[in-house]
């Protein structure tokens, strides 16, 4: 079993990161984290460099924790690439971001989110960092 978390590289993707670390620990189980390519369903670009990656991995590896760092692929949605993971490593919990957005803005651009938390076959931990 495992914990499943969608990495971003930004201040806000730290803060669910280190939420999924401990979820990992109290379960004692590895964590998968997941690091989608860029999206238009985003308005900022989440893919993850070399160097994020590598620090990425000293953060997990400092952690203590057992760990796999996945790329998404870049022909799937986030929460598709996200959703197929969970099925992969049959995921006992996914650790999400969640951050506000207008109505308008969820209409017009989806929402990865939502998709995650009422498709996932497992619970859903979803971290509000604003």
């Given at each position: 079993m495992s914990v499943v978390v969608g990495y971003v590289p930004?201040?806000?993707?730290?803060?669910?990161?280190e939420?999924?670390?401990?979820?990992?620990?109290?379960?004692g189980t590895?964590?998968?984290?997941?690091?989608?390519?860029?999206?238009p369903e985003f308005a900022q670009d989440y893919t993850a460099d070399a160097g994020d990656l590598a620090t990425l991995e000293e953060q997990l590896a400092a952690a203590?924790?057992?760990?796999e760092i996945r790329r998404g692929d870049?022909?799937?949605?986030?929460?598709?690439?996200?959703?197929d993971l969970v099925d992969e490593v049959g995921a006992e919990l996914v650790v999400i971001?969640?951050?506000r957005r207008s109505p308008v803005g969820k209409m017009i651009m989806g929402s990865t989110s939502q998709r995650v938390l009422l498709d996932?076959?497992?619970?859903?931990?979803?971290?509000?960092?604003?």
């Open positions: 930004s201040p806000q993707g730290a803060v669910v990161l939420r999924a670390l401990a979820e990992a620990r109290s379960r590895r964590l998968v984290a997941l690091n989608v390519a860029r999206s203590g924790v057992e760990h870049a022909a799937e949605t986030p929460a598709d690439s996200l959703l971001g969640l951050r996932a076959p497992c619970p859903v931990l979803a971290v509000q960092h604003d």
